[in-house]
């Protein structure tokens, strides 16, 4: 597949990398595009890719593009590339906020718009990308951002309505869990754990924990029934969680994340 990214800041990055890094590599012939030649030249010598400032030439040059500039800057570079772009192509934007009726326009009405909301772990192969199809994108179109996306993490998609929420939570998630690491590391700290002991602990058994979650298919709070045993010490800890109003703040963390990616597009 000819893949064209344009804009290899932290998230075009970790899309390359992570596609990189699969087992499906050597299908990608993956291209860039950077506003600076600096940019441009230091992704070719990290990312080993081909890269340049030419938005237009990539857009020529490629079936695919993903679009991961800011949000901001979608619009400028969208009608710049436009009367380049045609019916066989399929453009999919990872720009949070922005709508496929606005891709859609911007990038002159031809090509299938698919808007994704993926996160950095895709990186290490551990993403999680979230997709809407937009106009004139069918289920093959989906298909191409699943092939992408599936060698770099988990997917899903959803209705387009749902895609601030998206944003909220999986899209920004991995800062609040890099939080969550942070502070059960000053705890082990606290404790007397040399620090990098404790960031291990810590990091380890929110690793372990999201795989059971997922490998074993169960409510998180029958997982979470499991380890308390009555009068034990985990009934503890979970009691000083609840003091601290964990659950509702992590909830009020998602709507903050999800009510500014609404306010972005100023709706
Ligand atoms: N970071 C995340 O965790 C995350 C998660 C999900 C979605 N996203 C979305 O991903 C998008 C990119 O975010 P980011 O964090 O990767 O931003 P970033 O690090 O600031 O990178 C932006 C990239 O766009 C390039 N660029 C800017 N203007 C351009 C132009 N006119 N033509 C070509 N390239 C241009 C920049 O090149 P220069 O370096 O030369 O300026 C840079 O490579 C955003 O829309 C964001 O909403 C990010």
Redesign the pocket.
């Known amino acids: 597949m000819k893949l064209g990214i344009?804009?290899?800041?932290?998230?075009?990055e970790a899309v390359v990398e992570g596609l990189r890094r699969s087992d499906d590599a050597k299908n990608f012939n993956i291209e860039g595009?950077?506003?600076?030649p600096e940019?441009a030249q230091e992704a070719e010598k990290t990312l080993h890719i081909r890269c340049h400032?030419d938005?237009v030439k990539l857009a020529q040059s490629v079936e695919v593009l993903v679009l991961?500039?800011?949000?901001h800057?979608?619009e400028?570079?969208l009608r710049q590339i436009s009367k380049k772009l045609t019916a066989k192509q399929t453009l999919i934007s990872?720009?949070?906020s922005i709508t496929t009726e606005q891709l859609s326009e911007w990038s002159g009405g031809k090509i299938a718009v698919i808007r994704a909301?993926?996160?950095?772990p895709c990186l290490i192969g551990e993403g999680m990308t979230v997709f809407c199809a937009g106009p004139r994108a069918t289920k093959a179109h989906t298909e191409i951002a699943e092939r992408i996306f599936s060698k770099v993490g988990k997917t899903a998609v959803v209705e387009e309505d749902l895609m601030d929420g998206v944003t909220g939570l999986s899209?920004c998630g991995?800062a609040y869990i890099y939080l969550v690491i942070e502070a059960l590391s000053e705890a082990g700290v606290k404790v007397g754990l040399p620090r990098k002991t404790a960031t291990l602990l810590a990091a380890q058994t929110l690793l372990g924990a999201a795989k059971m979650v997922l490998e074993r298919g169960e409510h998180p709070a029958y997982l979470k029934d499991e380890v308390t045993t009555p009068a034990g010490c985990t009934i503890d800890g979970l009691m000083a969680l609840e003091e601290g109003k964990l659950r509702v703040t992590l909830i009020k963390a998602v709507l903050a994340a999800a009510k500014r990616s609404k306010s972005l597009r100023g709706a």
């Open positions: 344009l804009g290899l800041g932290k998230m075009g595009s950077t506003r600076s940019s400032t938005n991961s500039v800011k949000p800057q979608a400028a570079v990872v720009c949070a909301m993926p996160n950095t899209g991995p």
